[in-house]
């Protein structure tokens, strides 16, 4: 093999093994009320902003949710729960985050 072909598999292994990792950014957080307290079943849904990938989950019955396989970037992070005002954030992701989302609870009187 010549030096220019070792050279060049060379610069390909490496663009492939950094996107390997920029692929490997995990997700995780937690979904809770005005009083911390974990809320189930809240929709959690996850927008890269670059080119519209979406992924979408539940929470666990404690509150969880998690992401993995994510790439750098801009997302938006959206959550939703029966009773509650849907919450809309931006998040960069640049390595493994965790975070928690609060939701405020729907109050509309009768009349």
């Known amino acids: 093999m010549t030096v220019f072909t070792r050279l060049i598999c060379t ?9 390997l990792l920029s692929a490997q950014i995990v ?5 809770t009320d005005q009083s911390e307290v974990s809320l189930t079943d ?6 890269l902003i670059a080119d519209t990938t979406v992924k979408a989950g539940q929470n666990s019955q404690n509150g969880q949710f998690r ?6 970037g801009l997302y938006i992070i ?6 509650y005002i849907p919450s809309n954030s931006y998040i960069r992701l640049e390595k493994d ?3 928690v989302l609060q939701l405020q609870p729907y109050t509309e ?3």
């Open 97 to 99: 985050s965790s975070i």
């Open 67 to 72: 992401f993995s396989g994510l790439q750098q």
């Open 11 to 19: 610069l390909l292994l490496v663009t492939v093994f950094n996107q």
């Open 27 to 31: 997700l995780s957080g937690k979904v």
């Open 78 to 83: 959206e959550v939703s729960k029966t009773g």
């Open 109 to 111: 009187e009768l009349q």
């Open 42 to 47: 809240a929709a959690v849904q996850l927008k």
